[in-house]
Protein backbone atom coordinates (compact mmCIF):
# COMPACT_ATOMS: atom_id res chain seq x y z
CA UNK A 1 0.00 0.00 0.00
CA UNK A 2 1.52 3.26 -0.69
CA UNK A 3 2.56 5.85 1.82
CA UNK A 4 1.28 9.00 0.07
CA UNK A 5 -0.53 11.13 0.38
CA UNK A 6 0.21 12.12 4.54
CA UNK A 7 -1.05 15.41 5.89
CA UNK A 8 0.47 16.06 9.19
CA UNK A 9 -0.98 18.78 11.44
CA UNK A 10 -0.62 20.97 14.56
CA UNK A 11 -3.41 20.41 17.03
CA UNK A 12 -6.53 18.11 16.29
CA UNK A 13 -7.97 20.01 13.65
CA UNK A 14 -9.30 17.02 11.98
CA UNK A 15 -11.41 18.17 9.99
CA UNK A 16 -9.09 20.63 8.38
CA UNK A 17 -6.17 17.58 7.99
CA UNK A 18 -9.42 15.34 6.22
CA UNK A 19 -9.96 18.43 3.77
CA UNK A 20 -6.09 18.49 2.86
CA UNK A 21 -6.16 14.55 2.55
CA UNK A 22 -8.81 14.11 0.64
CA UNK A 23 -7.33 17.17 -1.65
CA UNK A 24 -3.88 15.30 -2.17
CA UNK A 25 -5.95 11.60 -2.47
CA UNK A 26 -7.65 13.80 -5.32
CA UNK A 27 -4.23 14.91 -7.46
CA UNK A 28 -4.11 18.11 -5.92
CA UNK A 29 -0.51 18.98 -5.68
CA UNK A 30 1.51 19.25 -1.99
CA UNK A 31 0.70 23.15 -2.48
CA UNK A 32 -2.51 23.44 -3.34
CA UNK A 33 -3.72 20.77 -0.48
CA UNK A 34 -1.98 22.65 2.12
CA UNK A 35 -3.85 25.73 1.08
CA UNK A 36 -7.13 23.50 1.07
CA UNK A 37 -6.60 22.37 4.86
CA UNK A 38 -5.13 25.52 6.15
CA UNK A 39 -8.58 27.17 4.41
CA UNK A 40 -10.54 24.94 5.91
CA UNK A 41 -9.26 26.12 8.96
CA UNK A 42 -10.01 29.35 8.36
CA UNK A 43 -13.03 28.77 7.07
CA UNK A 44 -14.34 26.44 10.43
CA UNK A 45 -12.61 28.93 12.52
CA UNK A 46 -10.71 26.36 14.18
CA UNK A 47 -9.64 29.50 16.33
CA UNK A 48 -7.85 30.99 13.53
CA UNK A 49 -9.18 33.32 10.53
CA UNK A 50 -11.95 35.48 10.97
CA UNK A 51 -13.38 36.34 14.57
CA UNK A 52 -9.79 34.83 15.88
CA UNK A 53 -7.92 36.61 18.42
CA UNK A 54 -8.28 40.24 18.50
CA UNK A 55 -5.13 42.79 19.00
CA UNK A 56 -4.96 45.33 21.64
CA UNK A 57 -7.63 47.72 19.59
CA UNK A 58 -9.95 45.01 19.29
CA UNK A 59 -8.87 44.50 15.93
CA UNK A 60 -8.25 40.70 14.05
CA UNK A 61 -5.90 40.49 11.36
CA UNK A 62 -3.63 37.70 9.43
CA UNK A 63 -0.71 35.99 9.63
CA UNK A 64 -0.22 33.49 6.75
CA UNK A 65 2.62 31.35 4.55
CA UNK A 66 3.02 28.64 2.33
CA UNK A 67 6.19 27.09 0.86
CA UNK A 68 6.71 24.67 -1.67
CA UNK A 69 9.15 21.23 -0.53
CA UNK A 70 10.65 21.35 -4.28
CA UNK A 71 11.21 24.88 -5.71
CA UNK A 72 11.96 26.35 -2.30
CA UNK A 73 9.65 29.23 -3.36
CA UNK A 74 7.77 31.10 -0.20
CA UNK A 75 4.56 33.59 -0.51
CA UNK A 76 3.82 34.99 2.94
CA UNK A 77 1.22 38.05 4.04
CA UNK A 78 1.58 39.29 7.62
CA UNK A 79 -0.49 41.67 9.96
CA UNK A 80 -3.28 41.31 7.02
CA UNK A 81 -5.96 43.67 7.40
CA UNK A 82 -9.65 42.93 6.16
CA UNK A 83 -9.26 39.78 3.95
CA UNK A 84 -10.24 36.15 5.50
CA UNK A 85 -8.47 34.11 2.85
CA UNK A 86 -4.76 34.16 4.76
CA UNK A 87 -3.17 31.28 3.15
CA UNK A 88 -4.51 32.04 -0.35
CA UNK A 89 -3.49 35.30 -0.42
CA UNK A 90 -0.02 33.90 0.60
CA UNK A 91 -0.23 31.36 -2.60
CA UNK A 92 -0.79 34.67 -4.63
CA UNK A 93 2.04 36.61 -3.44
CA UNK A 94 4.29 33.11 -4.40
CA UNK A 95 2.80 31.92 -7.46
CA UNK A 96 2.54 35.92 -9.36
CA UNK A 97 4.86 37.95 -7.53
CA UNK A 98 8.66 37.84 -7.34
CA UNK A 99 8.48 38.73 -3.35
CA UNK A 100 7.78 36.30 -0.56
CA UNK A 101 5.91 38.16 2.15
CA UNK A 102 3.84 41.48 1.74
CA UNK A 103 2.17 43.32 4.91
CA UNK A 104 -0.39 45.34 6.71
CA UNK A 105 -3.22 47.35 4.23
CA UNK A 106 -0.84 46.84 1.10
CA UNK A 107 -1.06 42.74 1.57
CA UNK A 108 -4.98 43.39 1.70
CA UNK A 109 -4.79 45.67 -1.09
CA UNK A 110 -2.90 43.28 -3.24
CA UNK A 111 -5.00 39.96 -2.60
CA UNK A 112 -8.12 42.48 -3.57
CA UNK A 113 -6.97 42.89 -6.89
CA UNK A 114 -5.61 39.55 -7.15
CA UNK A 115 -9.58 38.78 -6.88
CA UNK A 116 -9.89 37.24 -3.09
CA UNK A 117 -12.90 38.21 -1.19
CA UNK A 118 -12.99 41.99 0.96
CA UNK A 119 -12.31 44.13 2.55
CA UNK A 120 -14.50 42.07 5.21
CA UNK A 121 -14.27 42.65 8.79
CA UNK A 122 -12.63 40.20 10.92
CA UNK A 123 -14.39 40.40 13.89
CA UNK A 124 -16.79 38.58 15.58
CA UNK A 125 -19.16 38.93 18.24
CA UNK A 126 -16.68 36.81 19.94
CA UNK A 127 -13.95 38.60 19.36
CA UNK A 128 -15.64 41.59 20.39
CA UNK A 129 -16.58 39.90 23.62
CA UNK A 130 -13.16 38.82 24.63
CA UNK A 131 -11.72 42.06 23.86
CA UNK A 132 -14.03 44.19 25.72
CA UNK A 133 -14.03 41.55 28.70
CA UNK A 134 -10.02 42.49 28.44
CA UNK A 135 -10.91 46.37 28.95
CA UNK A 136 -12.93 45.69 31.88
CA UNK A 137 -9.72 43.88 33.45
CA UNK A 138 -7.87 46.51 33.01
CA UNK A 139 -5.94 45.28 29.83
CA UNK A 140 -4.54 42.70 31.15
CA UNK A 141 -2.00 40.50 30.91
CA UNK A 142 -0.38 42.41 28.09
CA UNK A 143 2.79 42.48 25.95
CA UNK A 144 4.23 45.53 27.40
CA UNK A 145 7.11 45.53 29.63
CA UNK A 146 9.48 48.68 31.28
CA UNK A 147 7.47 51.35 29.77
CA UNK A 148 4.21 53.12 30.54
CA UNK A 149 2.39 52.35 27.35
CA UNK A 150 1.32 55.61 25.24
CA UNK A 151 -2.05 54.39 24.63
CA UNK A 152 -4.16 54.20 28.11
CA UNK A 153 -6.43 51.33 28.62
CA UNK A 154 -8.09 52.80 31.75
CA UNK A 155 -5.91 52.47 34.60
CA UNK A 156 -4.25 49.89 32.87
CA UNK A 157 -0.86 52.43 32.47
CA UNK A 158 -0.55 51.52 36.14
CA UNK A 159 -1.31 48.44 36.32
CA UNK A 160 0.47 47.29 33.75
CA UNK A 161 3.21 48.38 35.67
CA UNK A 162 1.94 46.72 38.79
CA UNK A 163 1.67 43.25 37.46
CA UNK A 164 5.38 43.56 36.95
CA UNK A 165 6.48 44.87 40.38
CA UNK A 166 4.38 42.50 42.35
CA UNK A 167 5.42 39.37 40.04
CA UNK A 168 9.29 39.47 41.64
CA UNK A 169 7.53 39.86 45.28
CA UNK A 170 5.03 37.05 45.41
CA UNK A 171 5.87 33.53 45.32
CA UNK A 172 3.06 32.93 42.76
CA UNK A 173 3.74 35.77 40.61
CA UNK A 174 6.32 34.75 37.67
CA UNK A 175 4.49 31.53 37.55
CA UNK A 176 1.54 33.22 36.93
CA UNK A 177 2.84 35.67 34.67
CA UNK A 178 3.99 32.81 32.39
CA UNK A 179 0.44 31.50 32.95
CA UNK A 180 -1.15 35.01 31.75
CA UNK A 181 1.23 35.12 28.94
CA UNK A 182 0.78 31.21 27.54
CA UNK A 183 -2.79 32.40 27.52
CA UNK A 184 -1.78 34.87 24.43
CA UNK A 185 -0.38 31.90 22.54
CA UNK A 186 -4.25 29.83 23.00
CA UNK A 187 -3.29 27.60 25.79
CA UNK A 188 -7.30 27.65 25.81
CA UNK A 189 -7.29 28.67 22.36
CA UNK A 190 -5.22 26.77 19.43
CA UNK A 191 -5.32 29.58 16.98
CA UNK A 192 -2.86 28.53 14.48
CA UNK A 193 -2.45 25.87 11.73
CA UNK A 194 0.70 24.29 10.68
CA UNK A 195 0.48 21.86 8.49
CA UNK A 196 2.45 19.44 6.00
CA UNK A 197 1.55 17.35 3.15
CA UNK A 198 3.41 14.73 1.21
CA UNK A 199 1.76 14.44 -1.94
CA UNK A 200 1.17 11.46 -4.51
CA UNK A 201 4.22 12.16 -6.24
CA UNK A 202 6.61 12.53 -2.81
CA UNK A 203 6.81 16.80 -3.11
CA UNK A 204 5.97 17.75 0.24
CA UNK A 205 4.65 21.42 1.07
CA UNK A 206 3.93 23.31 4.10
CA UNK A 207 2.13 26.04 5.65
CA UNK A 208 0.86 28.28 8.29
CA UNK A 209 -2.20 30.11 9.15
CA UNK A 210 -2.85 32.65 12.27
CA UNK A 211 -4.04 35.44 14.21
CA UNK A 212 -0.97 35.41 16.30
CA UNK A 213 -1.20 36.37 19.61
CA UNK A 214 -4.10 37.55 21.59
CA UNK A 215 -4.26 41.20 22.88
CA UNK A 216 -0.90 41.65 20.96
CA UNK A 217 0.58 45.09 20.29
CA UNK A 218 -0.95 46.68 17.12
CA UNK A 219 1.51 46.01 14.22
CA UNK A 220 3.30 42.54 16.02
CA UNK A 221 3.92 40.25 13.44
CA UNK A 222 5.04 36.80 15.10
CA UNK A 223 6.44 33.45 13.52
CA UNK A 224 3.40 32.63 11.31
CA UNK A 225 4.35 34.14 7.71
CA UNK A 226 8.48 33.39 8.16
CA UNK A 227 9.94 30.70 6.82
CA UNK A 228 11.68 28.65 9.20
CA UNK A 229 10.39 29.85 12.34
CA UNK A 230 6.54 28.28 11.81
CA UNK A 231 7.10 26.24 9.01
CA UNK A 232 9.73 24.76 6.76
CA UNK A 233 10.58 21.92 4.33
CA UNK A 234 13.00 20.36 2.09
CA UNK A 235 11.28 18.03 -0.34
CA UNK A 236 14.37 15.93 -0.68
CA UNK A 237 14.39 15.76 3.63
CA UNK A 238 10.91 16.39 5.26
CA UNK A 239 8.71 19.49 6.96
CA UNK A 240 8.22 20.73 9.85
CA UNK A 241 5.71 22.85 11.33
CA UNK A 242 5.46 24.94 15.21
CA UNK A 243 2.97 26.50 17.83
CA UNK A 244 2.69 28.39 20.43
CA UNK A 245 5.08 31.75 21.62
CA UNK A 246 6.32 32.91 18.23
CA UNK A 247 7.53 35.80 19.63
CA UNK A 248 10.66 33.14 21.34
CA UNK A 249 9.94 30.82 18.09
CA UNK A 250 11.20 33.32 15.64
CA UNK A 251 14.08 33.75 17.40
CA UNK A 252 15.72 30.52 16.86
CA UNK A 253 13.78 29.49 13.45
CA UNK A 254 12.84 26.05 14.90
CA UNK A 255 11.81 24.30 12.15
CA UNK A 256 14.39 25.45 10.14
CA UNK A 257 16.60 23.73 12.33
CA UNK A 258 14.32 20.62 12.16
CA UNK A 259 14.74 20.27 8.72
CA UNK A 260 18.48 20.49 8.32
CA UNK A 261 18.85 17.88 11.65
CA UNK A 262 17.20 15.24 9.40
CA UNK A 263 19.87 16.31 6.74
CA UNK A 264 22.40 15.13 9.16
CA UNK A 265 20.48 12.19 9.54
CA UNK A 266 18.84 12.83 12.54
CA UNK A 267 15.12 11.20 13.23
CA UNK A 268 12.29 13.64 13.19
CA UNK A 269 11.53 12.71 17.01
CA UNK A 270 15.30 13.62 18.07
CA UNK A 271 15.51 16.67 15.74
CA UNK A 272 11.80 17.96 17.41
CA UNK A 273 13.11 17.68 20.84
CA UNK A 274 16.89 19.27 20.25
CA UNK A 275 14.81 22.40 18.62
CA UNK A 276 12.38 22.89 21.23
CA UNK A 277 15.13 22.29 23.87
CA UNK A 278 17.64 25.14 22.19
CA UNK A 279 14.73 27.32 23.10
CA UNK A 280 14.14 25.94 26.12
CA UNK A 281 17.54 26.11 27.36
CA UNK A 282 17.43 29.85 26.90
CA UNK A 283 13.98 30.33 27.83
CA UNK A 284 12.69 28.58 30.37
CA UNK A 285 9.05 29.60 30.52
CA UNK A 286 8.88 29.25 26.97
CA UNK A 287 5.46 27.77 25.52
CA UNK A 288 5.34 26.01 22.40
CA UNK A 289 5.04 23.09 20.11
CA UNK A 290 6.32 21.46 16.83
CA UNK A 291 5.98 18.01 14.69
CA UNK A 292 8.79 16.89 12.35
CA UNK A 293 7.93 14.45 9.60
CA UNK A 294 10.70 13.07 7.07
CA UNK A 295 10.08 12.14 3.70
CA UNK A 296 9.15 8.50 4.47
CA UNK A 297 6.53 9.61 6.37
CA UNK A 298 8.25 9.36 10.02
CA UNK A 299 6.89 11.88 12.30
CA UNK A 300 6.87 13.12 16.26
CA UNK A 301 6.29 16.03 18.20
CA UNK A 302 8.11 17.95 20.63
CA UNK A 303 6.86 21.13 23.29
CA UNK A 304 7.45 22.25 26.54
CA UNK A 305 5.00 24.47 28.74
CA UNK A 306 1.92 22.68 27.45
CA UNK A 307 0.73 19.25 26.14
CA UNK A 308 0.33 19.70 22.20
CA UNK A 309 -1.42 16.89 20.16
CA UNK A 310 -0.79 17.29 16.06
CA UNK A 311 -2.91 15.10 13.66
CA UNK A 312 -1.93 12.38 10.95
CA UNK A 313 -4.24 11.07 7.97
CA UNK A 314 -2.41 8.78 6.05
CA UNK A 315 -3.77 6.10 3.53
CA UNK A 316 -3.72 3.36 5.86
CA UNK A 317 -5.13 5.50 8.95
CA UNK A 318 -8.33 8.29 9.65
CA UNK A 319 -7.11 11.15 11.27
CA UNK A 320 -5.65 10.76 14.14
CA UNK A 321 -4.22 12.80 17.12
CA UNK A 322 -0.36 12.07 18.51
CA UNK A 323 1.21 13.23 21.55
CA UNK A 324 4.44 15.32 21.80
CA UNK A 325 7.66 14.65 23.36
CA UNK A 326 7.50 16.64 27.02
CA UNK A 327 10.64 17.98 26.86
CA UNK A 328 11.66 18.73 30.26
C1 LIG B 1 2.17 33.47 16.98
N1 LIG B 1 2.72 31.13 16.84
O1 LIG B 1 1.73 34.37 16.26
C2 LIG B 1 1.62 32.07 16.83
C3 LIG B 1 0.59 31.83 17.88
C4 LIG B 1 0.16 30.41 18.11
O2 LIG B 1 -1.38 28.93 19.07
O3 LIG B 1 0.77 29.47 17.68
N2 LIG B 1 -0.93 30.18 18.85
O4 LIG B 1 3.02 33.68 17.84
Known amino acids: SSLYPLVVSTWPFLEAVERAWSAANNGYSAVDSVVEGCSACEELRCDVGPGG ?9 IDAMVMDGVTMEVGAVAAMRYIKDGIKAARLVMRHTGHTLLVGEKASAFSISMGLPGPTDLSSPESIEKWNKWKENNCQPNFWKNVVPANSCGPYHSNGLLLAAETTCLGDGPRRAVELRSNHFGLHSHDTISMAVIDKFGHIA ?30 DIGACGATGDGDIMMRFLPCYQVVESMRLGMMPKDAAKDAISRIARKFPDFVGAIFAVNKNGTHAGACHGW ?19 VVG
Do not use: L, W
Open 307 to 325: TFQYSVRSPEMHSAKYICF
Open 206 to 235: VGTSTNGATFKIPGRVGDGPIAGSSAYVDS
Open 53 to 61: SPDENGETT
